[in-house]
């Protein structure tokens, strides 16, 4: 019975819609986050009577035919690159992104990865990095005798030394932006990395055509809506129920047939 196999594909597909639901839930407070939706496509299709062939001599054809379709199939998982929120922390290294564009970060390897994650910090030798040491693209060190650290909109540091009166200008923190944003390889730790989906990246002062500004003291929170995902979750499971009943049914339906005498 094809209805099994259907089910069968049924159910795997909203497996995979609750672990994206699941993710998307487990981030709900995961600076930067973009939240997930899958999508399905339906399988091919058998014809049991092709839709349009002859059906006399005369030339009439078949107006509808009889196709029995064989299930669904994950087709992506799109990443939806809404805003998120800005919470405002007060923490003079901490940058949100108001706009687009992504942070550039060079990685121990050589790779350039992208960030919307701006918690950053000062390694030992004064440079902008990660949370993870990374160090943040084009590599701005900070003297160590800096008094305040400044970065205004348009991605400018600027540090006030004891001494002096007019604060320096270290730097220019830049972004890079990408045609197609959905391209881009989650790698974890909430960096991403360059496709050929994705495009190449083109980098831009903050606040440049095209690319959003810079905030000082604030993080961009996690865009997840925990209510459309709990609503999400729920359709999920009740579809899932529903596959499996179809499994259950189609069992009884061939253990009358066995039955037979």
């Known amino acids: 019975m094809r209805s099994l196999d259907i089910a069968g594909t049924g159910m795997q597909a909203q497996q995979t819609n609750v672990e994206v ?7 709900m407070t995961t600076t930067g986050f973009k939240r997930r939706r899958a999508e399905f496509q339906d399988l091919i299709y058998q014809n049991l009577r092709r839709v349009g062939s002859a059906s006399s ?10 196709q029995v379709g064989l299930g669904v199939k994950t087709a992506a ?7 998120g929120n800005l919470q ?24 350039t990865a992208y960030t919307r994650d701006g918690t950053f910090g000062l390694s030992p030798e004064g440079q902008i990095v990660t949370a993870d040491g990374y160090v943040v693209a084009p590599g701005i060190t900070v003297p160590s005798n800096a008094t305040t650290i400044t970065i205004n909109g348009a991605g400018q540091v600027q540090a006030s030394i004891a001494g002096q009166t007019a604060p320096t200008t270290v730097g220019t923190i830049q ?11 989650a ?11 994705s495009g190449a990246p083109v980098a831009g002062n903050p606040g440049a055509t095209g690319f959003g500004t810079v ?3 604030f993080i961009e929170t996690s865009n997840v809506n925990v209510v459309s995902e709990i609503t999400n979750l729920i359709t999920a499971q009740r579809a899932y129920e529903m596959n499996s009943r179809v499994i259950t049914t189609s069992d009884q339906m061939l253990s009358t047939l066995s039955n037979l005498k």
């Open 57 to 66: 001599d005369q030339g009439t054809v078949v107006p509808a035919g009889a």
């Open 88 to 111: 405002q922390t007060s923490n003079s290294l901490d940058l949100a992104i108001r706009g687009n564009g992504y942070f550039q970060v060079s990685l121990p390897g050589g790779e």
């Open 77 to 83: 998982i799109y990443r939806i690159s809404e805003q």
């Open 21 to 27: 639901i699941s993710n998307n839930i487990a981030n």
């Open 187 to 197: 790698q974890g730790d909430n960096l991403f990395l360059q496709t050929s989906a």
């Open 175 to 185: 972004l890079a932006a990408f045609p197609n944003e959905a391209g881009l390889d």
């Open 215 to 217: 905030m000082q003291g």
